[in-house]
């Protein structure tokens, strides 16, 4: 089955400067591959996702990277301020009503 | 955007008794709802897979016969954790995708607490 690995696990930053968040999968087959915000006792909130036909989307100060070929994605997160500090989940799926495979997460903190 | 809505919200329950949570699609029909388990500090653990009118698929290592999942119409799941201990204490999420779409809808997710 899919094992999608994510790093690092702990990110502090300072406010305004970027973030970047590495996840790998395993399944050549995967090719929907979204990123969600998780706060404390909070469902997970999709900030953005991406598909297999398409090396990079940025919506904002967020954009997400894909590298098929070496079966990894990023989040990328610019201008970083304090209500961005959350837990993050990438995750795999290989297709549209398929089950996801999440990451193991990354804590983000912004500090001030 | 679609949503879905779990019940309830918090449960606390004794030890050897049964919970049961709900998960509804409020304004879109699902044949597939997700049903995951978050430990604290923890990622989402996909438990089964349960689709309107025939049986779940659950993940290796989930007890099919712990954790009883029903999904008789194309708005609502169940899950009812079945003789539960504290070590079934965690946050139970379901997820659904609508028809057609890539992204999949959570619900709020279930704070399950085993005395």
Known sequence: GENVEQHPSTLSVQEGDSAVIKCTYSDSASNYFPWYKQELGKRPQLIIDIRSNVGEKKDQRIAVTLNKTAKHFSLHITETQPEDSAVYFCAASTGGGNKLTFGTGTQLKVEL | ?115
């Open chain 2, 1 to 115: 955007g679609a949503v879905v809505s779990q019940h309830p919200s918090r449960v606390i329950c004794k030890s050897g008794t049964s919970v049961k949570i709900e998960c509804r699609s409020l304004d879109f029909q699902a044949t597939t709802m997700f049903w995951y388990r978050q430990f604290p500090k923890q990622s989402l653990m996909l438990m089964a897979t349960s689709n309107e009118g025939s049986k779940a698929t659950y993940e290796q290592g989930v007890e099919k016969d712990k954790f009883l999942i029903n999904h008789a119409s194309l708005t609502l799941s169940t899950l009812t954790v079945t003789s539960a201990h504290p070590e079934d204490s965690s946050f139970y999420i379901c997820s659904a995708p609508d028809r057609g779409r890539y992204e999949q809808y959570f619900g709020p997710g279930t704070r399950l607490t085993v005395t």
